[in-house]
């Protein structure tokens, strides 16, 4: 594939993004979509998908054979899982923003992570960043959401010794979570730090223990 060729198939898979940003427009971000914007969202999504994978295959970086399986060309070294690494898991509560992060913390081998998922930040004023059309009247039930969020990270927290915040970069939703951190140990009372990875890659090789490891005794 050329370079021309490259910046077309990004174009388009620009087009679908803001097609779908344009259908959430107006919509509670805590709230369930409505049926006919999910339909919709779900065949941009498919569109999507399909010019992805072919330029991933164009590029390289998707073997033809394995295209129904979306297996990307990667050496074994660096898709191994290192199950040497090692964190004392009872000790800590992960919260995160996204279900991506709960899945992924959730599947590490060898571990029995606890991870609340938020779903969004814990200050009101960052949905109206997210979404500068949300209604007025909706703030109200995103201020009772993140109240009940808030309660059960106290109750969760209250046999850990440290709450970890994970955040990945360039997601915005993350970052305002990470303005939560001392919401969160003022309202714990524990030792909460903030753990920073640059893609879900961090999780599914182990890199991200380092980071919790270099936490130490809070």
């Known amino acids: 594939m050329d370079r021309k060729g490259l910046q077309e198939r990004i174009k388009q898979m620009q087009e679908k993004t803001i097609d779908m940003e344009a259908m959430l427009e107006g919509e509670i971000p805590l709230e369930p979509l409505n049926l006919e914007r999910m339909e919709g969202i779900g ?8 010019i992805l994978k072919k330029t991933m295959i164009d590029c390289g970086v998707l073997s033809k054979e394995n295209e129904g399986e979306a297996n990307v060309i990667s050496s074994t070294e660096e898709e191994k899982v290192n199950q040497d690494i090692t964190f004392q898991d009872e000790k800590i509560l992960f919260v995160v923003a996204r279900k991506q992060l709960l899945q992924a913390l959730e599947d590490y081998p060898n571990h029995n992570v606890e991870v609340i998922l938020t779903g969004g930040p814990l200050h ?4 109206k960043k997210m979404n500068p059309n949300l209604p007025d009247h909706a703030m109200a039930n995103i201020e009772k959401k993140i109240a009940k969020i808030i309660k059960k990270i106290r109750n969760k927290s209250r046999d850990k010794e440290i709450v970890v915040i994970m955040t990945e970069q360039g997601e915005m939703v993350d970052g305002f979570l ?3 951190r001392g919401l969160i140990q003022e309202e714990t009372g524990k030792s909460t730090k903030i753990v920073h990875i640059s893609s879900m890659k961090d999780i599914t090789t182990g890199a991200f223990t380092s980071s919790i490891n270099e936490i130490g005794d809070p």
Request: charged letters at 25%; a neutral charge.
């Open 43 to 50: 065949q941009a999504l498919v569109k999507l998908e399909e």
């Open 178 to 180: 990470a303005n939560s």
């Open 124 to 127: 009101a004023k960052y949905y």
